[in-house]
């Protein structure tokens, strides 16, 4: 579990991950394509380290997905950004704008 501190710094780093990663638009994003992306990106250099997701909803309804990677120190590692028109089911019961820590 993630101490009180962690969270805000996890949400921090995803804000400044966003504005700087190259995102990759999609018209319809499903759970799938993240945990294929997530298990594709785990290597010998950050098998220990937590993945993340995080969903924000833009005002014209757009949806942005974010994916890292965080070692013991919520030092980012590895991450990702996708634009999405549209969220299938089980992406859509993620919290906006709070990362969710996948345990692998």
Known sequence: MLDPVTIPLIIQLFTVVAAVTVSIVVTYLTVTVIRDYLRERRTNQNVNAKS?????????????????FFDGNAKLVDSKVWNA?????????????KPVIIES
């Open 85 to 97: 028109k549209e969220l299938d089911e089980d992406l859509q019961k993620f919290p906006i704008s």
């Open 52 to 68: 993340a997701v995080m969903v924000d909803k833009f005002k014209n309804g757009d949806y942005s997905v974010m994916t890292g």
